[in-house]
């Protein structure tokens, strides 16, 4: 087993699991079977609990964990299905290690950082890095292994000390340290400082760890002086210091590091033989130009609570992408605060409400999203019974769905109030009622989680179609709360389709509305499993009905 360690300095935020996926598929285009592992060093045990204003989207894989967004990176980049143990986090390493103390698995010693916490997160890399891929027998060759966090930190101490002794565990011909850091530039002179990364670089390598390659991010592309600069203090040679500037879309971030040779250094440092033929990384090529290229213009509203921060949506972002590349348009994201459609802003601040509204009515489709609390829940129903009685496409994702029927019950069928018991415990019309299952004391990892079945039994439905006549397909989710099965025959019988069940019947979820260009939504959240090539089903249907090519 080889391993890559994705350190970051400087400053956190710099696109290190962009990088780190980024390398991946540089190793994965020269034949070798690739995994990943985030270690992100705060103690929670996973990111189900945070706000995504605090840490971005919390990303939900096949087994149910809740884990960091940059899984999701790895998965859309490396085109691999990874499970909850590749995320690391300090919460699980001390609950793992206290778990075995109170065993009495330490025989009387005294538990200690060093070495049990150190040897129980090196234990736990080489014991995931060595699983096969889900679904198949393919034991990875390579594991890029992302330390989250920025080097100095103290909460990321304990994994940096690992990670020294790892090196000396597995032979150091079979690790190599990435190091990626920031290369300011100081106006008005705009030259490229060194200094920030020289200090870094020093910090890391006081730690016990010296890097073999050396990442630079800038606006622009690495000057020759600051190459060589980086070089002399850091002691790498200079064809070991790499420039990651802007690029134009994402996908020319493997394209930019392979031009400098990244391939070259790894295969040098782990032995093996680059292929004369890639094919993986000429159908990036091909895609980086295609989204280069793309020029008529589709306009996606996405009505959602925590616009003011696009990382809150990361994979909803990413899978309106992947559906704009496979409808050969380009992708323009109307960003819509629900809160701003509400009526009582109309009193508060009339010129925010009309401007959402006017912005909401030029977009070509309509999006909401997925969320919890009721903050901007009546923005996000006047939005829906905007799509659905101006037939302007919409795709709603969970909460979405939710929403969607409560607008339906309200003013189609006439129920006043109708409501979710998630924002009215005493609505007379509970329409979206809490999952009886579900535990009400504890919010970690005790939602309906992971990847479970849908049932698609109208073939001559939209989903049928978007999902080229599957019978049963396998979506993520997380939710708590799920449409009132006592009220579905009513909905239906007024024009309200429940297209996709789960294998009980019992729980709806995908809805679809008669007479409608296109008036879609889901219970799961199909953003989870997005491609570069392959686009989720329901996004790309927005897409091609929001462009007019359904």
């Given at each position: 087993m080889k391993y890559v360690i994705v350190s970051g300095g400087v400053l956190s935020g710099l696109g290190k699991g962009v990088t780190a996926s980024?390398?991946?598929?540089?190793?994965?285009?020269?034949?070798?079977?690739?995994?990943?592992?985030?270690?992100?060093?705060?103690?929670?045990?996973?990111?189900?609990?945070?706000?995504?204003?605090?840490?971005?989207?919390?990303?939900?894989?096949?087994?149910?964990?809740?884990?960091?967004?940059?899984?999701?990176?790895?998965?859309?980049?490396?085109?691999?299905t990874l499970g909850r143990d590749n995320n690391l986090t300090t919460g699980k390493i001390y609950s793992k290690v206290i778990e075995s103390e109170r065993r009495g698995d330490y025989l009387g010693k005294t538990v200690q950082v060093v070495p049990h916490i150190t040897d129980s997160i090196q234990d736990w890399i080489q014991e995931v890095a060595h699983r096969p891929e889900e679904g198949t027998n393919n034991t990875p060759d390579v594991c890029v292994v992302e330390l989250g966090g920025t080097v100095g930190d103290i909460e990321s101490a304990p994994f940096i000390e690992a990670l020294r002794q790892f090196q000396f565990r597995v032979g150091p011909e079979n690790i190599c340290f990435v190091h990626v850091s920031l290369i300011p530039v100081m106006s008005p002179v705009g030259e490229q400082k060194t200094k920030p990364t020289q200090h870094s670089v020093r910090e890391l390598r006081g730690l016990g760890i010296t890097p073999n390659v050396i990442i630079c991010r800038s606006e622009r592309q690495l000057s020759e002086d600051a190459r060589q600069k980086i070089a002399l203090f850091c002691h790498v040679k200079p064809n070991a210091v790499l420039s990651a500037s802007d690029v134009s879309n994402i996908y020319r971030v493997p394209l930019l590091l392979d031009q400098q040779g990244a391939l070259v250094l790894l295969s040098q440092k782990f032995g093996f033989k680059i292929p004369a033929?890639?094919?993986?990384?000429?159908?990036?090529?091909?895609?980086?130009?295609?989204?280069?290229?793309?020029?008529?213009?589709?306009?996606?509203?996405?009505?959602?609570?925590?616009?003011?921060?696009?990382?809150?949506?990361?994979?909803?972002?990413?899978?309106?992408?992947?559906?704009?590349?496979?409808?050969?348009?380009?992708?323009v994201i109307e960003w819509i605060e629900a809160s701003n459609?509400?009526?009582?802003?109309?009193?508060?601040?009339?010129?925010?409400?009309?401007?959402?509204?006017?912005?909401?009515?030029?977009?070509?489709?309509?999006?909401?999203?997925?969320?919890?609390?009721?903050?901007?829940?009546?923005?996000?129903?006047?939005?829906?019974?905007?799509?659905?009685?101006?037939?302007?496409?919409?795709?709603?994702?969970?909460?979405?769905?939710?929403?969607?029927?409560?607008?339906?019950?309200?003013?189609?069928?006439?129920?006043?109030?109708?409501?979710?018991?998630?924002?009215?415990?005493?609505?007379?019309?509970?329409?979206?009622?809490?999952?009886?299952?579900?535990?009400?004391?504890?919010?970690?990892?005790?939602?309906?989680?992971?990847?479970?079945?849908?049932?698609?039994?109208?073939?001559?439905?939209?989903a049928s179609k978007l999902y080229d006549g599957a019978e049963i397909v396998y979506e993520r989710h997380r939710h708590r709360y799920e449409v009132n099965p006592d009220v579905i025959e009513k909905i239906e019988l007024a024009g309200m389709n429940f297209v996709g069940k789960d294998e009980t019947g019992q729980r709806m979820e995908i809805i679809e509305l008669s007479n409608h260009p296109f008036f879609f939504a889901t219970q799961y959240h199909p953003e989870f499993k997005t491609r570069p090539t392959r686009p989720s089903p329901p996004f790309y249907g927005l897409l091609m009905a929001a462009s007019k090519q359904l």
């Open positions: 980024s390398l991946g598929v540089l190793l994965k285009s020269a034949g070798l079977c690739v995994t990943a592992i985030k270690i992100d060093p705060y103690l929670n045990s996973d990111a189900g609990t945070m706000s995504p204003f605090e840490h971005g989207e919390v990303f939900v894989l096949d087994d149910g964990g809740e884990a960091d967004l940059d899984l999701g990176n790895y998965e859309r980049f490396l085109d691999v033929e890639r094919p993986l990384l000429d159908e990036w090529m091909e895609m980086a130009t295609n989204v280069d290229g793309l020029t008529e213009e589709v306009c996606i509203a996405m009505v959602g609570k925590y616009t003011g921060l696009s990382d809150s949506y990361l994979s909803v972002i990413k899978a309106l992408n992947h559906a704009s590349i496979a409808s050969s348009r380009k992708l459609l509400e009526n009582n802003v109309a009193k508060s601040d009339p010129q925010i409400h009309a401007d959402s509204w006017e912005r909401l009515k030029n977009a070509d489709g309509i999006l909401v999203p997925g969320g919890f609390g009721d903050r901007g829940i009546e923005g996000k129903i006047l939005a829906a019974e905007y799509a659905r009685t101006s037939s302007t496409p919409y795709l709603g994702i969970c909460l979405g769905l939710q929403i969607a029927i409560i607008e339906f019950c309200r003013n189609v069928l006439n129920w006043d109030n109708a409501n979710s018991t998630e924002f009215n415990d005493n609505t007379p019309h509970p329409v979206v009622i809490y999952m009886p299952e579900i535990s009400k004391t504890h919010l970690g990892g005790t939602m309906r989680l992971g990847s479970r079945g849908t049932i698609i039994k109208d073939r001559k439905s939209m």
